[in-house]
């Protein structure tokens, strides 16, 4: 199964490696991964996708853990959850489909950032899933170029991740 | 360098505080850490620091011949003292050739703190001479490491190190040191900080206490129990509430290979090592027993050999101070995360106050039972190699092993190399002490057991050290010989030699239809006892079994008690270690000799 893992690591030199050095070592495998500062700047927040049965995701959870960087580890899919994934696709449009593009592009409340006499660049967000189904969409032939951000998620309600 | 001209001026200096260049720095914080020895290799960019080192008294620096041996000896120091060990190395090659020896500590959960050189910061990933990414070289390998940016960083770096090393599931850290931060020029202010808090570590402390209640009602409803304790309860020196433990239930007590002497091994409530050479009646024990109680041990796969029909009927408690190691290879059923002692010493508060109020449990009758079965395992094919000598026979490994035990009155340090003759040491070497038995368990390094030897003589000068080893281990740094003769290191060097690298034979002989591909050299060995005479020391040559105890007794003697000895023992090439597990079976599935297996007799 999916599960989005959030952890809140130490905003230091070398912390990020340690993190996907971890991944490579364990033979585990890392499908997204994101990573930024937060509003606290000795921290920075790190989403990643992973597969694996609870077994994996439990033996995943607690290696990182273990890492001495890491502050927090949580796994989000063990609740509600809200999960985003920013895509910025190049799409070739001309012609008679010039338009159908731009109106799969509105149905999929994606935004066009860039034009040209041949083509888009929309730009889209929301869960993996959409984004997925936006390039079936438009069909693989019209795409020139795809540019996706990972995922990033938070908790519903009023659950927090903090140091 | 402009870089030490932007980030590297003399700090301003703080109230109080000495103001110190940054080699200073590292060196008085060691001090400050309690150091005792430094295990070293000087080299460019390692040379202030060395010229730091010369201009004290306190910690003395012990000049190794490479780097490798410098890391095993510190190993050692740590596993025998519990102290944390230290290494000093250079960058590049200097850093790269410690790698072996950090990996070693690692897989051994032994805390170990190693500082390599660094080459200057401003040319840092220029490839510059001597040059190598070490904390990006050892990360798989490390608990933690730190490069330092600057001179003042230092003492926090040092101090953090041992905090992480020695805490929790010990371990080696790496703090690698670039040159222009020990320049003698630059001054900052020294402050060591005693105290450590770091917000992302907070090790394992006491155990859950309901869990500890759980186990306690566990243990005592058991009909068939074992305890199956590893490194660390000796880690964790849990070794003396366990014992106590062991022998108020009079369960019977299994050793992994890093546990051996966390229980006496020659009390009768211990029934050997457990594993891949694992004695009969601990595997079968195993094997049998409804309830596990696992300590300080990981269920390696040289433990459990086919995790899925590992130990069918038991329940598992499983304690350990690392909760990843907890249901990682075989699912535990009451885990309890907590440091070794403390956990025990709850466990062992519950167990006489529930004993007290039920002074039936655990049932006699049954723990009877259970040891008639396994003394009736221990009958039959316990270790009971022939003592008797031939006039001609070939000398036993065993025989040698035993010999050793014998004339050490049982009360040695015995440091091992990997291969046959740690599994023999492993075997007849009845450890009663915790911190005795020094070996490479998990990543089983050849060319471990001479250096280690001689860390642990560093850390007990008046102790019996003595390294059984192989000649295939032995040449892997067998450099070091030259290092006993510069600190008069008295070890006692007993090699095992069967001309062939004996566990690969072993293997080959059992499932490569006897192809003995790179597994024999004996064309081409040298002559050990010239070779040892030619660095000084004494050597020993025995090719007869009638010799062995004559030898044995000299080598022990009071005469060479000050000497580095070297007792080359022409040991049979065609003995194999035996139990050994049969791959892919469970605990119960072993060859017994070269033509038995445990599934010809009837057993159950």
Redesign the interface.
């Known amino acids: 199964m999916r599960h989005i893992i959030a952890v809140l ?2 905003n230091e ?2 912390a990020l ?2 993190v996907v ?1 971890l991944f490579a ?1 364990r033979n585990y495998n890392i499908e997204t991964l994101t990573v930024a500062p937060t509003e606290d700047p000795t921290l920075s927040r790190l989403t990643l996708t992973t597969f694996g049965d609870d ?1 994996k995701i ?2 995943i959870m ?2 990182l ?2 890492i ?4 927090k580890v949580v796994d989000l899919s063990e609740s509600e959850h809200v999960e985003r994934e920013l895509m910025l696709v190049k799409v070739r449009a001309e012609g008679a489909v010039r338009e159908e593009v731009k109106r799969t592009a509105d149905i999929f409340r994606g935004q066009i950032i860039d034009v040209t006499p041949t083509g888009y660049t929309v730009q889209l967000s929301g869960p993996s899933d959409k984004l997925d189904a936006f390039i079936r969409a438009v069909g693989k032939v019209s795409i020139l170029e795809v540019v996706r951000s990972g995922v990033s998620g938070i908790s519903r309600g009023e659950k927090v991740l903090t ?1 | 360098m402009t870089t030490k001209q932007d980030n590297n001026t003399s700090a301003e200096p703080v109230e109080g505080a000495e103001m110190l260049s940054g080699g200073d720095m590292l060196v008085r914080a060691l001090q400050d850490a309690g150091v005792e020895y430094i295990f070293g290799y000087p080299g460019g960019s390692a040379l202030h620091i060395y010229d730091a080192i010369f201009r004290q008294q306190k910690i003395e620096h012990i000049l190794v011949r490479h780097e490798q041996a410098a890391t095993h000896m510190a190993d050692a120091y740590a596993r025998v003292t519990g102290q944390a060990g230290v290494v000093l190395v250079t960058s590049g090659p200097g850093a790269t050739n410690a790698i072996t020896g950090i990996a070693t500590a690692y897989m051994d959960s032994i805390p170990m703190v190693v500082i390599s050189g660094q080459v200057p910061t401003s040319v840092i990933g220029t490839d510059a001479f001597q040059e190598t990414d070490m904390v990006g070289v050892s990360r798989p390998v490390v608990k933690h490491s730190f490069l330092v940016r600057k001179a003042e960083d230092i003492p926090l770096a040092i101090s953090q190190a041992f905090h992480i090393a020695t805490t929790g599931r010990p371990g080696p850290v790496v703090v690698d040191v670039p040159k222009d931060t020990t320049d003698p020029d630059v001054l900052a202010p020294y402050v060591y900080p005693r105290e450590v808090k770091l917000r992302s570590y907070s090790p394992a402390s006491r155990g859950n206490g309901r869990q500890i209640r759980k186990a306690a009602a566990a243990l005592l409803a058991a009909k068939r129990p074992i305890i199956y304790a590893g490194g660390g309860v000796i880690i964790g020196n849990g070794s003396e509430v366990l014992t106590r433990i062991a022998r108020s239930l009079n369960y019977p007590v299994t050793n992994t290979l890093m546990g051996l002497g966390c229980f006496p091994g020659d009390d009768p409530q211990f029934i050997g090592m457990l594993g891949m050479h694992g004695t009969f009646e601990a595997n079968m024990t195993m094997h049998n027993a409804d309830l596990i109680l696992a300590v300080g041990a990981r269920f390696d796969d040289r433990v459990t050999n086919n995790p899925e029909r590992f130990c069918p009927d038991a329940t598992i408690i499983h304690i350990d101070v690392d909760p990843a190691s907890i249901s990682k290879i075989i699912n535990a059923d009451i885990p309890i995360v907590g440091q070794v002692t403390s956990v025990l010493e709850d466990l062992e508060q519950i167990l006489d106050a529930q004993r007290q109020k039920n002074p039936e449990q655990p049932e006699r009758k049954a723990l009877e039972d259970w040891w008639r079965r396994i003394e009736e395992w221990r009958g039959a094919h316990g270790l009971n190699h022939q003592m008797t000598i031939e006039p001609d026979q070939p000398i036993l490994p065993q025989m040698a092993i035993q010999k050793l035990y014998e004339v050490t009155g049982g009360d040695a340090y015995i440091t091992s190399d990997v291969g046959q003759h740690q599994m023999f040491a492993a075997q007849y070497y009845k450890f009663a002490k915790p911190r005795r038995w020094v070996n490479s368990g998990g990543l089983g390094t050849m060319g471990f057991g001479l250096p280690a030897a001689m860390g642990v003589q560093f850390a007990y000068p008046d102790a019996t050290v003595a390294c059984v080893t192989g000649e295939g281990s032995f040449m892997m740094n067998m450099q070091e010989l030259s290092t006993c003769l510069q600190y008069g290191l008295p070890i006692k060097i007993i090699a095992l030699n069967n001309q062939a690298l004996g566990m690969v034979k072993q293997w080959q002989d059992m499932q490569y239809g006897g192809r003995h591909s790179n597994s024999t050299y004996s064309d081409s060995l040298p002559d050990f006892k010239t070779l040892v005479e030619a660095f000084g020391h004494v050597g020993f040559k025995v090719t007869s079994a009638a010799d062995l105890d004559p030898v044995m007794r000299e080598a022990f003697s009071s005469k060479l008690k000050d000497k580095t000895v070297f007792v080359d023992v022409w040991v049979d090439p065609h003995e194999h270690v035996y139990p050994m597990a049969i791959k892919g079976g469970s605990m119960q599935d072993m060859y017994l000799s070269k033509i038995t297996t445990s599934m010809q007799g009837d057993y159950m």
Do not use: M, N, T, W
């Open positions: 690591l130490e030199a070398g490696s340690r050095g070592q077994g439990e033996q607690k290696h853990y273990k001495i960087e890491v502050v140091a």
